[in-house]
C-alpha cells in the first residue's frame, strides 16, 4: 500500500528555517518522480520542488530557488525540504507527492497520483 506521511511543519518567524518529512512506504524513494507542493488558502497547489526519475534533475518554483533544497534519504526512505530563509508568501500547507508516470513534471501537480495528508507552515512575525 503507497503511503505518504509529511511532518515538520511549524509557526516561524520571517528568516527561519525548516525542514519537512515525508515518509514513504508501498515504494522507495527512488522509484518514481516525488516532489513537494504547496497550497495556500485562496490559490491553486503548485509545484515547489521535485525530483525527476529520468535524469534526477531537481525543479525549484523560481519563488524558492537558494532557499529551498529538496533531498533523499535512502536509507530511512523519506523525501527532504529544507527551507531557508522563509517568507510571509511562504505560508500554505506543504505536501509531497510521487508518480508512476516518468513524464510528471512539477508545474503540473494533477500528474501526480500520490498525496500525502499535508503539513501547515506558517510564516508569521
Known amino acids: 500500500q503507497v503511503q505518504l506521511v509529511e511532518s515538520g511543519g511549524d509557526l516561524v518567524q520571517p528568516g527561519n528555517s525548516l525542514r519537512l518529512s515525508c515518509v514513504l512506504s508501498?515504494?522507495?524513494?527512488?522509484?518514481?518522480?516525488i516532489g513537494w507542493f504547496r497550497q495556500a488558502p485562496g490559490k491553486e497547489r503548485e509545484g515547489v520542488a521535485c525530483?525527476?526519475?529520468?535524469?534526477?534533475?531537481?525543479f525549484y518554483a523560481d519563488s524558492v530557488k537558494g532557499r529551498f533544497t529538496v533531498s533523499k534519504d535512502h536509507t530511512k526512505n523519506t523525501l527532504y525540504l529544507q527551507m531557508d530563509g522563509l517568507k510571509p508568501e511562504d505560508t500554505a500547507t506543504y505536501y509531497c507527492?510521487?508518480?508512476?508516470?516518468?513524464?510528471?513534471?512539477?508545474?503540473?501537480?494533477?500528474?501526480?497520483?500520490?498525496w500525502g495528508q499535508g503539513t501547515q507552515v506558517t510564516v508569521s512575525s
Open positions: 525530483i525527476s526519475r529520468i535524469d534526477d534533475a531537481i
Open positions: 508501498g515504494f522507495t524513494v527512488d522509484d518514481y518522480p
Open positions: 507527492a510521487a508518480t508512476p508516470w516518468y513524464g510528471a513534471t512539477c508545474s503540473w501537480p494533477q500528474q501526480y497520483e500520490y
